[in-house]
């Protein structure tokens, strides 16, 4: 009788937990919904942000292509980091170090983005403008630097798991052969690893890419296309927490807000099906024998 | 090289914190914990006592909120789901929730706890947003937990012949209840440093100390972001941050002793 009560309970509360998924989902598709069906695709391709001029301008484009410029050069820095780090970690670390570097990485992911962000404005940004006598330091690079060190964590963890969980025959067969070690782990090892070396990309991609507090401090949040890693921008989480507490619940620049949550979100769901696909998949890559 | 890529993480660590001690240490006294922000802006002068209070408050919410529906789930996900094509859809979905960005829970909080339900900014909006965020944080740890419980008891359960809901609370949860708590401490930690969703439902500049769940509340990690960002006080600022660091870092290192005790206690 218990075990029938809670097979119920626990299936009625999952339930109720996937609803609620699609309740945000859906939620935020219907208060965008306005914009999207008379702005259209402008709305991602336009660059004029001016949300309260008559006709108002709805061009979330400068928006995307921060947060991408932001995530992808994060990604640029972090993935030869992390994956040399994992290696170190998987092959050459001394147990001691290990065992002192991995419960670190588990902290560092439990530092509040603020605090990543705040950091990063009094060091890295001063540093900008005391070296390179910029007016203010702020710029997309910052915001990514900042990130990288954010997504190491995740990058180093997963890579690890990957390398990890290539067969030690490899190893074995290529130490046999007589190559050095560090050129079993690039030739041997990190092709061997590299779709969960592609997941633990993808992974810290979604990460970066939804990150918020980081790069509202950090990337500078001017509304102009971004030019270069250099100039300022602002990513659309960015421009969410800067301008909700401001709009009009109700009005276009409201529902414009929700376009661009709705687009965050989107861009975030493909990464975590892609991800999950390749999860599913690489157990098969590399044949246990 | 790559033993430099394994001291840059190290260095990392240490930097942030040394920093932070250095420039923060001096402004992270007694009376910085224990009394209003004071001055002219608000916030020059005093400490962070209400900031503080609305932190903790946010995180009790929010892991009332998602703590009980989030151990049912993972139950389900690891007991009773068998190999259905529904766990198959709840395992997606609880991935593809904990991918969500934090800003766009806050944007459904903001929309459907604030404005449709008309909570307005508050505590009790800013808290169950958090406790949306923290929801598939715990259901992933307390699914990973339930899971890892040795295969040796369920076997020996089902030999005896025991329902599978008695062997679930008198076996596997006890056996699993360190890491399950390890999971909820690093759920209320994510929970405390998180500024996006409550920079958009809960979070105010400045607010008394009454509490109340229809009230704006002043939270720890908001307050760094002000303070910073108006240029209101950059030593106070230092000084939060340095007191959520250590906040965070004293809930991550007891969910991380939990989980290694956890790990020695099962063979």
Same mark, same amino acid.
């Given at each position: 009788?218990?075990?029938?009560?809670?097979?119920?309970?626990?299936?009625?509360?999952?339930?109720?937990?996937?609803?609620?998924?699609?309740?945000?989902?859906?939620?935020?598709?219907?208060?965008?919904?306005?914009?999207?069906?008379?702005?259209?695709?402008?709305?991602?391709?336009?660059?004029?942000?001016?949300?309260?001029?008559?006709?108002?301008?709805?061009?979330?484009?400068?928006?995307?292509?921060?947060?991408?410029?932001?995530?992808?050069?994060?990604?640029?820095?972090?993935?030869?980091?992390?994956?040399?780090?994992?290696?170190?970690?998987?092959?050459?670390?001394?147990?001691?170090?290990?065992?002192?570097? #991995?419960?670190?990485?588990?902290?560092?992911?439990?530092?509040?983005?603020?605090?990543?962000?705040?950091?990063?404005?009094?060091?890295?940004?001063?540093?900008?403008?005391?070296?390179?006598?910029?007016?203010?330091?702020?710029?997309?690079?910052?915001?990514?630097?900042?990130?990288?060190?954010?997504?190491?964590?995740?990058?180093?963890?997963?890579?690890?798991?990957?390398?990890?969980?290539?067969?030690?025959?490899? #190893?074995?067969?290529?130490?046999?052969?007589?190559?050095?070690?560090?050129?079993?782990?690039?030739?041997?090892?990190?092709?061997?690893?590299?779709?969960?070396?592609?997941?633990?990309?993808?992974?810290?991609?979604?990460?970066?890419?939804?990150?918020?507090?980081?790069?509202?401090?950090?990337?500078?949040?001017?509304?102009?296309?971004?030019?270069?890693?250099?100039?300022?921008?602002?990513?659309?989480?960015?421009?969410?927490?800067?301008?909700?507490?401001?709009?009009?619940?109700?009005?276009?620049?409201?529902?414009?807000?929700?376009?661009?949550?709705?687009?965050?979100?989107?861009?975030?769901?493909?990464?975590?099906?892609?991800?999950?696909?390749?999860?599913?998949?690489?157990?098969?890559?590399?044949?246990?024998? | 090289?790559?033993?430099?890529?394994?001291?840059?993480?190290?260095?990392?660590?240490?930097?942030?914190?040394?920093?932070?001690?250095?420039?923060?240490?001096?402004?992270?006294?007694?009376?910085?914990?224990?009394?209003?922000?004071?001055?002219?802006?608000?916030?020059?002068?005093?400490?962070?006592?209400?900031?503080?209070?609305?932190?903790?408050?946010?995180?009790?919410?929010?892991?009332?909120?998602?703590?009980?529906?989030?151990?049912?789930?993972?139950?389900?996900?690891?007991?009773?789901?068998?190999?259905?094509?529904?766990?198959?859809?709840?395992?997606?979905?609880?991935?593809?929730?904990?991918?969500?960005?934090?800003?766009?829970?806050?944007?459904?909080?903001?929309?459907?706890?604030?404005?449709?339900?008309?909570?307005?900014?508050?505590?009790?909006?800013?808290?169950?947003?958090?406790?949306?965020?923290?929801?598939?944080?715990?259901?992933?740890?307390?699914?990973?937990?339930?899971?890892?419980?040795?295969?040796?008891?369920?076997?020996?359960?089902?030999?005896?012949?025991?329902?599978?809901?008695?062997?679930?609370?008198?076996?596997?949860?006890?056996?699993?209840?360190?890491?399950?708590?390890?999971?909820?401490?690093?759920?209320?930690?994510?929970?405390?440093?998180?500024?996006?969703?409550?920079?958009?439902?809960?979070?105010?500049?400045?607010?008394?100390?009454?509490?109340?769940?229809?009230?704006?509340?002043?939270?720890?990690?908001?307050?760094?972001?002000?303070?910073?960002?108006?240029?209101?006080?950059?030593?106070?600022?230092?000084?939060?941050?340095?007191?959520?660091?250590?906040?965070?870092?004293?809930?991550?290192?007891?969910?991380?002793?939990?989980?290694?005790?956890?790990?020695?206690?099962?063979?």
């Amino acid at each position: 009788m218990a075990d029938t009560m809670a097979r119920f309970t626990s299936l009625m509360v999952s339930v109720c937990a996937t609803i609620l998924l699609l309740a945000i989902v859906v939620f935020i598709a219907r208060e965008s919904w306005p914009v999207w069906s008379s702005y259209g695709l402008k709305l991602i391709a336009g660059t004029d942000w001016s949300p309260l001029a008559r006709p108002p301008q709805l061009g979330l484009g400068t928006m995307v292509l921060s947060t991408l410029w932001v995530a992808l050069g994060a990604m640029f820095i972090a993935a030869p980091l992390g994956f040399s780090g994992a290696v170190f970690l998987a092959e050459f670390a001394p147990a001691w170090l290990a065992g002192v570097i #991995r419960p670190v990485l588990n902290i560092l992911t439990g530092i509040p983005s603020v605090v990543y962000g705040f950091v990063g404005a009094t060091v890295l940004v001063k540093w900008f403008e005391v070296s390179f006598h910029m007016a203010s330091g702020e710029s997309l690079f910052c915001a990514s630097l900042v990130l990288t060190v954010m997504v190491l964590p995740y990058i180093v963890t997963t890579s690890e798991v990957a390398i990890r969980s290539v067969p030690a025959e490899y #190893r074995q067969a290529a130490l046999a052969l007589g190559v050095s070690r560090p050129y079993v782990a690039l030739r041997v090892l990190l092709p061997l690893a590299k779709r969960g070396l592609l997941g633990a990309l993808i992974l810290g991609f979604g990460r970066a890419a939804g990150e918020t507090m980081a790069v509202l401090m950090l990337a500078g949040n001017t509304l102009h296309l971004p030019a270069s890693w250099f100039s300022k921008g602002e990513p659309l989480s960015a421009l969410i927490a800067l301008e909700l507490g401001t709009s009009e619940s109700g009005s276009t620049h409201y529902q414009a807000l929700f376009a661009a949550g709705l687009i965050l979100l989107i861009i975030l769901f493909i990464i975590n099906l892609t991800l999950t696909i390749i999860r599913k998949d690489s157990g098969r890559v590399v044949r246990k024998s | 090289m790559f033993w430099s890529a394994g001291l840059v993480i190290l260095l990392v660590l240490t930097g942030i914190i040394g920093y932070l001690l250095l420039r923060g240490g001096s402004s992270l006294t007694l009376e910085f914990l224990t009394t209003a922000p004071k001055g002219l802006p608000l916030g020059t002068g005093g400490g962070v006592l209400p900031a503080i209070k609305g932190t903790l408050l946010l995180v009790l919410i929010a892991v009332l909120a998602a703590a009980v529906p989030g151990l049912i789930t993972a139950i389900y996900l690891s007991e009773y789901g068998e190999s259905s094509k529904f766990k198959v859809l709840v395992n997606i979905t609880i991935q593809c929730m904990a991918g969500i960005p934090s800003i766009v829970t806050g944007l459904f909080g903001y929309a459907f706890f604030v404005v449709y339900l008309g909570f307005g900014i508050s505590l009790l909006a800013g808290g169950l947003s958090l406790g949306i965020m923290i929801f598939p944080v715990i259901v992933l740890t307390a699914r990973d937990a339930l899971l890892a419980v040795n295969e040796q008891y369920r076997l020996a359960g089902a030999a005896l012949g025991v329902s599978r809901w008695y062997m679930l609370h008198r076996v596997i949860i006890p056996q699993s209840a360190p890491a399950i708590l390890s999971g909820i401490l690093l759920a209320m930690g994510y929970a405390a440093g998180a500024t996006a969703p409550i920079m958009v439902t809960a979070a105010v500049i400045s607010a008394g100390m009454s509490g109340g769940l229809m009230e704006p509340v002043m939270a720890l990690p908001y307050h760094l972001y002000i303070l910073f960002s108006q240029h209101i006080s950059m030593e106070k600022a230092y000084g939060t941050a340095l007191l959520l660091v250590l906040l965070l870092l004293f809930l991550n290192i007891t969910a991380l002793l939990l989980k290694g005790r956890h790990r020695k206690g099962g063979y």
